[in-house]
């Protein structure tokens, strides 16, 4: 089962939910979680992991030999992504474009073009008390964030074939990394928070993964803080609503320091076992 831990924005409690749901569910199953926000992966700082391995990540990119070269600028006329720029007999190869996918290596009639590995991120294994945990890290300037989530999502898929449930903490928004990262799972649990910011950046993510054809319900967090607009919309869409988790401060405070809360807030653990049910008896 994969499941991904979803929202339209940041700062909604994507990692809140994720990572207290993984040391909950990983009390009576095998699960694994995977941090695919590699931009900004946080979920390390609260699950006090000890590292098990780590790998340098590479993504290939096309390589230019001039002495080869007749420019004939085909290389140019394949690229769907403008990642190659044929200028007079000079070849140029933007790798910030590049979305490794061979066409101008394969089609070059005189083998001018060769791909080479160059690293974008590193990806890190840990361990901690029953619960394994894998995180992507991007480079810093490196634009592309997708090679490096579905490079992690691999390794979850290879190292960890029997583990009953694995859970994607995803990246913010509805762009490509949210694609990637949800594209393959069993459920979206998407989390929300209810302001009119949240309740527009959910319309957003309701209409992505009704367009992926994907299984999705919604997680408030930070209830009372607002209004029952989201309530009101998630009715109206018929949109179920798993759970609604309490504006606390002490949850506030417990985030702060890095501490996990469902063991320590018993309303809040109340919220998690609504998600744990919900998964286990619906999905």
Known sequence: MKIAIASGKGGTGKTTVATNLAKCL??????????????EPNSALF???????????YKMIPHWNESKCE?????????NYNAIMLLG????VFK????SCYACVELCPNNALVMKPERIGVLRYYHSE?????????DIGVEQTVPLIEKTKKFVDTHFKNTEIKLYDSPPGTSCPVIEATKDTDLVILVTEPTPFGLHDL????????????????????????NEDVLDYCKRENIEIIAKIDNNRRAAELYSKGDLLYDKLP??????????????DRI
């Open 89 to 92: 007999s000079q070849v140029l």
């Open 71 to 79: 420019s004939s600028g085909i290389c140019q006329k394949v690229c």
């Open 96 to 99: 910030e474009l590049c979305h």
């Open 26 to 39: 990983s009390e009576t199953d095998n699960v694994v979680l995977a941090d695919l926000d590699v931009e």
């Open 130 to 138: 029953g619960l394994d945990f894998v995180e992507g890290r991007i």
């Open 203 to 226: 319309t957003l993510s309701v209409e992505t993964m009704r367009a992926l054809g994907k299984r999705f319900c919604v997680v408030v967090n930070r209830w009372g803080l607002g």
């Open 47 to 57: 699950l006090k992991a000890e590292l098990v391995k780590e790998e340098i990540k």
């Open 267 to 280: 309303d809040f653990k109340k919220e998690i076992l609504n998600i744990k049910e919900y998964i286990f």
